[in-house]
């Protein structure tokens, strides 16, 4: 059995995070989501991966190489050009359509293929799964999962038969339009067949092209409905809610990094914490080389990465600080993410560096005036006295 993961997509819906990072590299507990991935199929012993990669690109190239760290070989599949003065371009050609151009470049698909989407964690049994997939005689299968209905419409939906052969496939349906509240996860099992239904050098979707393809045709397609382990990160939201569950300890074997310096409190090396006046409440997890002034207050679940620097007065409650973020004095994130020059609540409403600079800007001239006003007044009442 082979695998691929797809990786070439923007992940404007994760922004600004995906503003330097592909979505694939955006981490938990510190580590990229894909890694977890690609963990997890050595897992099952599946060590020959293909990943179709365009934005961004060289992140994940360099940080993965060519898998050696993980025990498996890794193959990259790069979907854009080279115009003639060396400029790479992007030029995503959709998640079917990078298959394709995998299969006529060296015919990778030539084995039942696992492919996943490479922004979620799972704990999937692939075993189990690929003997169902081989006992059906399937085609194509998709393992899916129940979600309430009101998150269809963020989801492939799956309409399929009592004996689970897909009848019908809806690409994030609206909640009135949904026929079923079984989703696709981005987990499918191909045989080697399928590439023969996919166009050649077109932007080809599997969601909303070569599934609905698949039912009409009335191939063999099957869908899974498993009860497994799947963090998703499709938004801001779920990313801060999933960063959010991890820390808690509330999903299976994804510990807390670093050195436990104290109950709920986990520390990276050579970080520096002026206890007068600070309070931290776990859980709660501050990467190395981190400093954290005295009269700071953390409340967790709350992760600060590695180089950050807390300022005195500064308030941190149940939010994610990428690496090297420096905190302003008397600066208040909550239910934040941090990441450079931007912070963003758990809604996705972004906020510019920029932005806090003028309030404390603002913050001071009001203090300046009130202090000015204060002492006219205080002036007035010394000459009335007189």
């Not at 992140?59 to 760290?69: A, H, L, M, R």
């Not at 696709?184 to 077109?202: H, K, N, Q, R, W």
């Not at 758990?346 to 000015?372: F, Q």
Request: hydrophobic letters at 40%; glycine letters at 10%; proline letters at 4%.
């Amino acid at each position: 059995m082979k695998a691929m993961i797809l990786a070439a997509g923007k992940g404007t819906r994760v922004r600004p995070l995906t503003y330097d990072l592909p979505k694939p590299m955006i981490p938990i507990l510190g580590k990229p989501v894909m890694a977890y991935i690609i963990e997890h199929l050595a897992k099952y012993g599946i060590n020959e991966i293909m990943v179709n990669v365009s934005y961004l690109h060289e992140k994940i190239e360099d940080y993965f190489g060519e898998g050696d760290q993980y025990g498996v070989q890794i193959g990259y599949s790069f979907e854009g050009y080279t115009r003639d003065d060396g400029e790479v371009v992007a030029q995503a050609l959709g998640s079917a359509g990078g298959m394709k151009k995998i299969q006529e470049f060296g015919g990778f698909f030539d084995d039942t293929t696992i492919v996943l989407c490479g922004d979620a964690v799972i704990n999937l049994d692939i075993k189990s799964a690929l003997f169902e997939h081989r006992r059906k005689g399937a085609l194509a299968s998709v393992v899916c999962r129940e979600v309430p209905w009101d998150k269809v419409s963020s989801y492939g939906v799956v309409v399929s038969e009592p004996d689970g052969r897909i009848k019908q496939f809806q690409e994030k349906p609206s909640r009135a339009e949904a026929l079923s509240n079984f989703v696709s996860t981005g987990i499918y099992i191909f045989e080697p067949e399928v590439l023969d239904l996919i166009p050649a050098d077109t932007v080809f979707d599997i969601g909303s092209q070569l599934f609905p393809l698949l039912a009409e045709k009335g191939l063999p397609f099957y869908a899974q409905k498993r009860s497994f382990s799947w963090i998703d990160i499709g938004s801001v939201t779920d990313y801060w809610e999933v960063s959010q569950s991890v820390m808690m300890g509330e999903v299976a074997h994804m510990d807390m990094p670093g050195l436990q310096h104290s109950d709920g409190l986990w520390v990276g090396l050579n970080t520096r914490i002026d206890w007068e006046g600070t309070t931290i409440e776990g859980p709660v997890y501050i990467g190395s080389g981190c400093k954290i002034e005295a009269g700071s207050t953390i409340i967790g679940p709350t992760w600060i990465g590695h180089g950050s620097h807390v300022c005195a007065g500064a308030r941190i409650v149940r939010s994610v600080l990428f690496e090297y973020t420096r905190v302003l004095h008397n600066v208040n994130f909550e239910e934040m993410i941090v990441f450079k020059e931007y912070s963003v609540n758990r809604a996705g409403e972004m906020k510019h560096i920029s932005e806090y600079a003028r309030d404390e800007w603002t913050n001071a001239r009001d203090r300046r005036n009130k202090r000015r006003t204060e002492s006219v007044s205080e002036a007035s009442k010394k000459e009335e006295v007189v």
